[in-house]
Antibody, heavy 117, light 110 residues
Framework: QVQLQESGPGLVKPSGTLSLTCAVS?????????WSWVRQPPGKGLEWIGE???????NYNPSLKSRVTISVDKSNNQFSLKLSSVTAADTAIYYC??????????WGQGTLVTVSS | QSALTQPPSASGSPGQSVTISCTGT?????????VSWYQQHPGKAPKLIIY???KRPSGVPDRFSGSKSGTTASLTVSGLQAEDEADYYC??????????FGGGTTLTVL
């Protein structure tokens, strides 16, 4: 069973860029899966941010598309999220995940990112 | 696109059955058989319990079942147990390589 672990700063200043990395273990990022990011504001529901295939092909949530970049690093078996021009509304627990057509099959433990000066 | 609609809360006594609905449109739930359900306990990551409307991943008890009729999907939990108390989220493929979630339902075991 693939394992996922998020890492990155827990505090980002407003108007800055949120950057997170997800390390994939017990499996190859070059397998036939999509790798995604999902976030959850404290006490609220889930929001899909986007996904990437090992080829580099990406799909993004239309509401976030202008600010999101997801990239893959096959040599280190990891993928990353960048979210620009952040505001307090971007404060959330960010999960990385393994996604296939039927659903999101594996989740990281999540990491809380707070946007504050 | 808008989030899928779920009731904020649901409840049942141990041993009973409870059904949680997830309403979308013909562009998401009604248009594809790619509805999935997730269970989330407090402070934990979500866990997939149903995929492709009615399929269960290995290890998920058969007390959990899913179905769909038109633009509404449903999750039924039979033989409620205390450990089933959690938040439940539905999601659906929404076309154009997009995925949307429901607002979540808090299930209370009385």
């Amino acid at each position: 069973q693939v394992q996922l672990q998020e890492s990155g700063p827990g505090l980002v200043k407003p108007s800055g860029t949120l950057s997170l990395t997800c390390a994939v273990s017990d499996g190859s990022i070059s397998s036939t899966n999509w790798w995604s990011w999902v976030r959850q504001p404290p006490g609220k529901g889930l929001e899909w941010i986007g996904e990437i295939y090992h080829s580099g092909s990406t799909n993004y949530n239309p509401s976030l598309k202008s600010r999101v970049t997801i990239s893959v690093d096959k040599s280190n078996n990891q993928f990353s999220l960048k979210l620009s021009s952040v505001t307090a509304a971007d404060t959330a627990i960010y999960y990385c995940a393994r996604q296939a057509t039927g659903g999101i099959y594996s989740w990281g433990q999540g990491t809380l990112v707070t946007v504050s000066s | 696109q808008s989030a899928l609609t779920q009731p904020p809360s649901a409840s049942g006594s141990p041993g009973q059955s409870v059904t949680i609905s997830c309403t979308g449109t013909s562009s998401d739930v009604g248009g594809y058989n790619y509805v999935s359900w997730y269970q989330q306990h407090p402070g934990k990551a979500p866990k997939l319990i149903i995929y492709e409307v009615s399929k269960r991943p290995s290890g998920v008890p058969d007390r959990f079942s899913g179905s769909k009729s038109g633009t509404t999907a449903s999750l039924t939990v039979s033989g409620l147990q205390a450990e089933d108390e959690a938040d439940y989220y539905c999601s659906s493929y929404a076309g154009s390589n997009n995925l949307i979630f429901g607002g979540g339902t808090t299930l209370t075991v009385l």
